[in-house]
T-cell receptor, first 114, second 115 residues
Framework: DGGITQSPKYLFRKEGQNVTLSCEQN?????MYWYRQDPGQGLRLIYY???????QKGDIAEGYSVSREKKESFPLTVTSAQKNPTAFYLC?????????????FGPGTRLTVT | AQTVTQSQPEMSVQEAETVTLSCTYD???????LFWYKQPPSRQMILVIR??????QNATENRFSVNFQKAAKSFSLKISDSQLGDTAMYFC????????????FGTGTSLTVIP
């Protein structure tokens, strides 16, 4: 089955530690995205990548980093510089084929930092 | 910058009734796409319906339909014959142009279907 996997589903870290969230897709999509979801704030874009070895900052990139070494993978690192890292993180990918644009989402990772 | 506004944080509807969720957006683009996504308690985001701005005909998908008013920049979602499984967060989203890149999401409407 084609889809997006995110692991783990729940992640706990101590304050001051970097943590990497995994995102893998087998949909052969060029574009991939990372969103942060907080109650009452919808989905906010952290980073996106339209092609391997290239990525752009979204609206809330501070304290996060990404890499895109393979088409299938787009890991997100939450660094110790992120002031409020506890949140639900969603990874997505999309096709650039008109007119059936759609973002496909993974199941998400709930990160708790204490 | 594009903005998407959902002014109804929470709504409820009786099972089998009809409910309409509101969405407005602000853009200077002439070519764009609009979407409604559903996020049930499992938190898996699912596409409900898609509308292309250059198409005047409103999109429909079974019990889900939209009322797209381009001049008013309004994109509401109508759910007919509401079912318990429709209980979820609903997000309106905007994508500009044909590049298939950045989506802009609203803050969501939490819909509860009451048995």
């Amino acid at each position: 089955d084609g889809g997006i996997t995110q692991s783990p589903k729940y992640l706990f870290r101590k304050e001051g530690q970097n943590v990497t969230l995994s995102c893998e897709q087998n949909l052969n999509h060029d574009a991939m995205y990372w969103y942060r979801q907080d109650p009452g704030q919808g989905l906010r874009l952290i980073y996106y990548s339209q092609i391997v070895n290239d990525f752009q900052k979204g609206d809330i990139a501070e304290g996060y980093s990404v890499s895109r070494e393979k088409k299938e993978s787009f890991p997100l690192t939450v660094t110790s510089a992120q002031k409020n890292p506890t949140a639900f993180y969603l990874c997505a990918s999309s096709t650039a084929s008109a007119p059936n644009y759609e973002q496909y989402f993974g199941p998400g990772t709930r990160l708790t930092v204490t | 910058a594009q903005t998407v506004t959902q002014s109804q944080p929470e709504m409820s509807v009786q099972e089998a009734e009809t409910v309409t969720l509101s969405c407005t957006y602000d853009t200077s683009e002439s070519n764009y796409y609009l979407f409604w996504y559903k996020q049930p308690p499992s938190r898996q985001m699912i596409l409900v319906i898609r509308q292309e701005a250059y198409k005047q005909q409103n999109a429909t998908e079974n019990r889900f339909s939209v009322n797209f008013q381009k001049a008013a920049k309004s994109f509401s979602l109508k759910i007919s014959d509401s079912q318990l499984g429709d209980t979820a967060m609903y997000f309106c989203a905007f994508m500009k142009g044909r590049t298939g890149n950045q989506f802009y999401f609203g803050t969501g409407t939490s819909l509860t279907v009451i048995p």
